[in-house]
């Protein structure tokens, strides 16, 4: 089992940077799959991007590719998300998942406004 922190998130003008981090506890984080999803009010919570566990992995909604990066320290037992060129539709509760075999795990998720 592993719980996942979320940190990171707050104001930023459009046009700014963020990192989102999400911390795991528990044993063998480097074999899980991690992902960040968000959820704006009123919508689906939907992907944003995912890493393997081996860093050569990753994927991106097709919307922040670009502007998004996800990366995994895994001696820190950490993923981060690496947010530029942010734009108010990408302003959403951001969650962060992992996953090994069966259900996810979910984080509480970190909150990201993203100001015109």
């Not at 046009?15 to 989102?20: A, E, K, N, T």
């Given at each position: 089992q592993v719980?996942?922190?979320?940190?990171?998130?707050?104001?930023?003008?459009?046009?700014?940077?963020?990192?989102?981090?999400?911390?795991?506890?528990?044993?063998?984080?480097?074999?899980?799959?991690?992902?960040?999803?968000?959820q704006a009010p009123g919508r689906e919570r939907e992907f944003v991007a995912a890493i393997g566990w081996s860093t050569e992995n990753t994927y991106y909604e097709d919307s922040v590719k670009g502007r998004f990066t996800i990366s995994r320290d895994n001696a820190k037992n950490t993923v981060y998300l690496q947010m530029n060129s942010l734009?108010?539709?990408?302003?959403a509760v951001y969650y962060c998942m992992g996953q090994r075999y069966g259900s996810p795990y979910w984080g509480q998720g970190t909150q990201v406004y993203v100001s015109s």
């Open positions: 719980q996942l922190v979320e940190s990171g998130g707050g104001l930023v003008q459009a046009g700014g940077s963020l990192r989102l981090s999400c911390a795991a506890s528990g044993r063998a984080f480097s074999t899980y799959a991690m992902g960040w999803f968000r734009k108010p539709e990408d302003a």
